[in-house]
C-alpha cells in the first residue's frame, strides 16, 4: 500500500495572524479575533492538488492556562476546517508542564498522524513559525520549513528551508519535489 505525503503546518502564524505582545505570537482566543494570513488558502490548494494531506498541529495551552475556553478553540478550529482544505487538525491543550508528549516540541501529535493516516514521514514537512515547531518535525523525522517572522523569543538552530510566508514556504515544497528522486 502506498504511503501519503502531508504538510504538517502550525496553526497561529502560519494558517492565522498570530497576535503580538511584546514581540511574543499569542493565539487568537476567540473566532472573531481570527484573521486567515494572505494567500494561505491558495497556498494550502496548492500543496493539496500536490498530493499532500494537510494536517494542522497546534498547541493551544491558554485552555489548560484558563485564558482560553474549550469551545471557543474547537470553533476556531471548526471554522478553519470549513474555510481551508485541512484534512485534520491536532491539538494539544496541555500546557509545558504537563510534559504531554502530543505537545510541541515533542513530536506525539505528528507521529500520532503518521501511524493514523499511513504517512510517509521522510517525504512530509512540519511547517512552522516558532522553534518548537520545528523541533517537533525534526523529531519526528520530516523536512522542516521556519516561517521567520523575527520574534522577541528562541529561534530554532537547525531547520531545512527558511522562508517568509506560507506561499513560499509551498514554493520551496513542490520545486523541492521536482528535484527529488523516487
Known sequence: MKKNKAIFLD?????NKAILKLGKPHAPLYLNKLK???YVKRSMNMLRDQGYLLIVITNQPDVA???ANFNE???????????LPIFKIFTCYHDKYHKCFCRKPLPGSIL???SKYNINIKESYMVGDRWSDIE???KAGCKTIFID????ERQPKFYDFKSKSLLEASKIII???KNAKY
Open 175 to 177: 520545486n523541492n519535489n
Open 149 to 152: 517572522y523575527h520574534y522577541k
Open 11 to 15: 496553526r497561529d502564524g502560519v494558517i
Open 73 to 83: 478553540i474547537e470553533l476556531i478550529n471548526k471554522y478553519l476546517t470549513k474555510k
Open 36 to 38: 486567515v494570513l494572505p
Open 65 to 67: 492556562r484558563g485564558r
Open 136 to 138: 517537533a518535525g525534526k
Open 112 to 114: 500520532n498522524a503518521v
